[in-house]
Nanobody, 122 residues
Framework: QVQLVESGGGLVQVGGSLRLSCVVS????????VAWFRQAPGKEREFVAG???????DYADSVKGRFSVSRDNTKNTVYLQMNSLKTEDTAVYYC????????????????WGQGTQVTVSS
């Protein structure tokens, strides 16, 4: 059974940093792509960042220069480093898994974690 578990969310002030983790079990991470999505209250889930099995990462315009996604295939873990956080970043953050290449679209991902809450206060 495939399982994704996010962690690392919490409450942080504007300008602060958090690092989210996504641990994948049931699949070999090195042959799969992982993306981060987020969903704020009253809004649809949106793409944040993604990493293919190999190659360049990609980011939503709203987080470029502030967020960084990375992976450790030996630990089957993907990370999302979030710096210079804004109140607009407040959302539940999810990681999602699909084979090889990342996608911008929610419907392309086969497996999802349960999410971790990030709250940015001023």
């Amino acid at each position: 059974q495939v399982q994704l578990v996010e962690s690392g969310g919490g409450l942080v002030q504007v300008g602060g940093s958090l690092r989210l983790s996504c641990v994948v079990s049931g699949r070999t991470l090195s042959t799969h792509a992982v993306a981060w999505f987020r969903q704020a209250p009253g809004k649809e889930r949106e793409f944040v960042a993604g990493t293919p099995s190999r190659g360049s990462t990609d980011y939503a315009d709203s987080v470029k220069g502030r967020f960084s996604v990375s992976r450790d295939n030996t630990k089957n873990t993907v990370y999302l480093q979030m710096n210079s956080l804004k109140t607009e970043d407040t959302a539940v953050y999810y990681c999602a898994l699909r084979y090889y290449s990342f996608s911008y679209y929610r419907s392309d991902y086969n497996y999802w974690g349960q999410g971790t809450q990030v709250t940015v206060s001023s």
